[in-house]
């Protein structure tokens, strides 16, 4: 499911860049497999559950395998959102210029660079690794505040690309809450691997240095 997803947001990416239906209709159309695998994943874990009475790691992750499928599937969504809105608007050669000044192909690809990861860090149970998307999120944030910024002040100079612009800026919304499930992604996998409970400690702390 994890690669599913990541190929789901990849081919998202790369529609988007080069106005690519076919491909976007591909990512629209693959969205049933992601569903189907969210089902498939809750059922058996939650038989494992039934069947065995899991307890210590076990049951760990048991339930961080939960939580990272609902935040999969989420992404799933996203990325199927954005192949949408490929198909709906047929994003104009003209429009690169202006996905340039946003960064968007920077924010991509920070984005698939943490869910990556955070995938490899499951795999290999590293919680140093799964810990370092903590950081490169903040990337994800700046981008999307300045590109608000960017598409009010392009809407202005240009007002018949006001709906684009509100397109776009729900894409960049949808890039950066990916960037928030896969921040949970990779809490559940340290989670999982240590006992660590990172969800509310890290804003508490994210809060405190705000202040």
């Not at 790691?57 to 609902?70: E, G, Q, Y």
């Not at 709906?88 to 946003?102: G, H, I, M, N, V």
């Not at 018949?160 to 949970?184: P, Q, S, V, W």
């Amino acid at each position: 499911m994890w690669t599913l997803v990541y190929e789901q947001l990849d081919n998202a990416y790369k529609s988007l860049l080069e106005t690519d239906i076919e491909l976007a209709a591909q990512v629209a159309a693959r969205e049933k497999r992601v569903n189907a695998f969210e089902l498939k994943i809750d059922s058996d874990i939650e038989d494992f559950i039934a069947l065995y009475n899991p307890v210590a790691v076990d049951l760990r992750f048991s339930l961080a395998m939960l939580k990272i499928n609902n935040n999969l599937e989420r992404i799933g969504d996203y990325a199927d959102s954005i192949a949408r809105f490929v198909i709906r608007t047929e994003p104009q050669p003209a429009d690169r210029e202006l996905f340039e000044r946003l960064k968007l192909r920077e924010m991509y690809e920070t984005a698939l660079n943490m869910l990556k990861t955070t995938m490899e860090s499951l795999e290999m149970q590293d919680i140093a690794k799964a810990k370092s998307v903590f950081e490169i999120d903040e990337t994800l944030d700046n981008i999307n505040d300045k590109a608000i910024d960017t598409l009010v002040a392009y809407a202005t100079e240009h007002p018949e690309a006001i709906r684009l612009c509100m397109e776009l800026a729900g894409i960049f919304r949808k890039l950066e809450r990916t960037g928030d499930h896969i921040n949970n992604l990779a809490e559940e996998t340290v989670f999982y691997i240590d006992a660590e409970v990172l969800k509310h400690r890290r804003n508490a702390l994210k809060d405190l240095d705000a202040e």
